[in-house]
Structure formats: structure tokens, C-alpha cells
């Protein structure tokens, strides 16, 4: 799955240089309901300089492993195929904002 995932990514990323937003949650977590739609208006006001993706970590099971999520709501930020940041719990837009301006380009 990972590597699946991972060459999408590969050949996405010849045409968009972006770092891209993992978004790991599944139905059961309170918290990750809660932060879905924070993470999506980032996905939204943010979409020039960076990619968000939800992932279900109950159909991802080999993805989450593979990026050491254990908790959820998890944010893994990639630039490439390298874990550049993360945030695991619920976060803030503040905490979110943090983690991600070092990573993405001013446009």
C-alpha cells in the first residue's frame, strides 16, 4: 500500500513540487470529526503552496504503520517522500500554521 501510495505520489510530484498534508483519521475519533473541517479550509486557502490528503487510517492500515500513526487525529507533512513535520492529536489552526510555513513557498 505504502509503496502504491507512494508512486501515485511520485508521478504527481513530477508536475507538483507542493508539500503535501496527511491528514490520518478515521469515523470512530471525536477529534479528528472535530479537526476535519480545519484541515480542509487549510486544503482550501492554502492550495497554491500545498496538498492536503485525508487519510482513513482503518482502510490504510499499511500506510499509518508505515508512518508510525498510532494516535488519530495525525498530521504528517511530506516534501517528497520525506517525513518533513507532524503533529500528532488534535491540533490548532495556530499549531498547524506553524508546522507547515517553514515548508511551503510564498506565492
Not at 473541517?37 to 485525508?54: H, N
Not at 499499511?62 to 492529536?89: F, I, M, N, Q, Y
Not at 488534535?90 to 506565492?107: D, F, L, N, Y
Given at each position: 500500500?505504502?509503496?502504491a501510495y507512494m508512486a501515485g505520489a511520485r508521478?504527481?510530484?513530477r508536475r507538483d513540487d507542493r508539500?503535501?498534508?496527511l491528514f490520518f483519521?478515521?469515523?470512530r475519533?471525536?477529534?479528528a470529526r472535530r479537526m476535519s473541517s480545519l484541515v480542509a479550509w487549510f486544503g482550501v486557502t492554502e492550495k497554491k503552496r500545498l496538498r492536503v490528503v485525508q487519510v482513513d487510517t482503518d482502510a490504510n492500515e499499511e500506510l499509518?504503520?508505515?508512518l508510525d500513526v498510532?494516535?488519530?487525529p495525525t498530521l504528517v507533512l511530506l516534501r517528497?517522500?520525506?517525513v518533513v513535520d507532524r503533529l500528532d492529536g488534535r491540533a490548532t489552526g495556530k499549531q498547524i500554521s506553524r508546522m507547515i510555513s517553514p515548508h511551503v513557498v510564498a506565492r
Amino acid at each position: 500500500m505504502v509503496s502504491a501510495y507512494m508512486a501515485g505520489a511520485r508521478n504527481h510530484a513530477r508536475r507538483d513540487d507542493r508539500p503535501v498534508l496527511l491528514f490520518f483519521s478515521n469515523r470512530r475519533s471525536g477529534p479528528a470529526r472535530r479537526m476535519s473541517s480545519l484541515v480542509a479550509w487549510f486544503g482550501v486557502t492554502e492550495k497554491k503552496r500545498l496538498r492536503v490528503v485525508q487519510v482513513d487510517t482503518d482502510a490504510n492500515e499499511e500506510l499509518a504503520r508505515a508512518l508510525d500513526v498510532s494516535t488519530v487525529p495525525t498530521l504528517v507533512l511530506l516534501r517528497g517522500k520525506t517525513v518533513v513535520d507532524r503533529l500528532d492529536g488534535r491540533a490548532t489552526g495556530k499549531q498547524i500554521s506553524r508546522m507547515i510555513s517553514p515548508h511551503v513557498v510564498a506565492r
